[in-house]
């Protein structure tokens, strides 16, 4: 999807962009604020303008993708049925040309053409027991590390809320980076731990194999360290060095890959600390970060009229965009899925007015019901007879609106990304006001991670030298 560069923009530039983000999702708050479970009993189409209802009326899936969502196949030149009401176009257009892009500022062959489970850029030990998507971002941002450490003069990284240490790893073991892992959970610790030793084993096997391959750097195990990091303190042990000799000076580098709700605010944090000379942190989770507290942190975007962003505008902030654009364009049976939720709720507040947006744990294969069997298992999921009686002429009627439930959908994910761009905008903002230097690079690709952007701050500015960070190593 198009978008604005984050990179390069002067700080005129990322304020005026912040003012134009506020106004643009106070006038559409409607669309973001709203729950599509709620498509019925709340009638949010017609919440829409009626020009907007005739454009929309009748797109199928793989039209709302192209048109919509500006997701065009390969070859394909969106042509549209209609003449579109200009303010359902400016929305469109707005909503492209105000959030980040997520596509990187580069094309390389995929490292998935051979395997789609294994990486052709990893070694086979790194690959075990890692999932493709992650070892994408574990390689992609790991790199990403080591050049910005070479750059700042790091002595050690940090690497916050490490979970099974996956990054760490290849950060030690395969860049050569002396690195502290940090995790609240000591299971996934304790993991971590065993996990290091089988890919020390497997190393050294593959060394006596090939006992003419030179090792390009020297190996280092990551430090792994059970503490739970708190958003509101500065965390004595994670700026504690390895290195402990006299003549030692701590210069640190912070990183998180998808460091969850206030944990990447955390790491901002701490980047004031005189020990920390760099910052490489990739957000997700936005609806767990503190009200207050998490957002806004910058001054300038808590000054700004219509800033707040409440829980529901911060969890559609971590959808999948181009996930969903290539559901649409398959047009999978599976797109009922919000349609038939939105039917269930209607049927929920006529038994239990007052229980509202229920959690439905998952109901297998949700397609291949007809839309009164899964109503009748929701009702079991959320503790009500599922022998109720119902009207079986308003759930068909319902389930003919499928695709009015996916267009009102689409919209409200047009908008979403703005909402991404403005929180991770605030945090750029934040940093320069600390007197540091910020920039955002979107390193993985979107349709494997979709938080996909990285926030990478230093103290000193890096000039030509951060366009490094963006090249994909040969």
Known sequence: MPGVSARGLSLEQRRQLAVNLTRVLARYRSIVDAYIIEFFTDNLWGTLPCSWQEALDGLNPPQLAMQLLGMPGEGEVVRYRSVWPLSLLALKSTACALAFTRTPGFQ????????????????????????????????????????LSDLTGCTQVVDIGSGQGHLSRFMSLGLGLLVKS????????????????????????????????????????????????????????????????????????????HACGDLSVTLLRHFSCPQVVALASVGCCYMKLSDPGGYPLSQWVAGLPGHELPYRLREGACHALEEYAERLQKSGPGLRTHCYRAALETVIRGAQPEL???????IPRVHELKIEEYVRRGLRRVGLDPQLPLNLAALQAHQA??????????????????????????????????????ELLPIFSPALSPRNLVLVATK????????????EDS
């Open 460 to 471: 000193r500015p890096l000039g030509e030298a951060f366009s490094l960070l963006e090249m």
């Open 182 to 257: 940090i995790e609240g959970d000591q299971r996934l610790v304790q993991r971590a731990q065993r996990l290091d030793q089988e890919l020390l084993q497997a190393l050294e096997k593959e060394e006596k194999r090939h006992p003419q391959v030179v090792r390009a750097s020297p190996r280092y195990s990551p430090h792994h360290v059970v503490r739970w990091v708190e958003p509101t303190a500065l965390c004595e042990e994670l700026l504690l060095p390895l290195d402990t000799s006299p003549q030692s000076r701590a210069r640190l580098l912070l990183t998180g890959l």
């Open 108 to 147: 390389t062959p995929s490292e998935f053409l051979e395997n789609p489970s294994q990486s052709s850029r990893l070694t086979a030990p790194f690959r075990k027991h890692v999932r493709a998507k992650k070892q994408h971002e574990i390689r992609r941002l790991g790199e990403l590390v080591k050049k």
């Open 401 to 438: 609106q499928e695709n009015r439930v996916v267009a009102f959908f689409s919209l409200a994910l047009l908008l979403a990304p703005l909402v991404e761009t403005l929180i991770l905008l605030d945090r750029l903002l934040y940093v320069q006001e600390q007197g540091f230097y910020a």
């Open 356 to 362: 509202r947006r229920p959690g439905v744990q998952g």
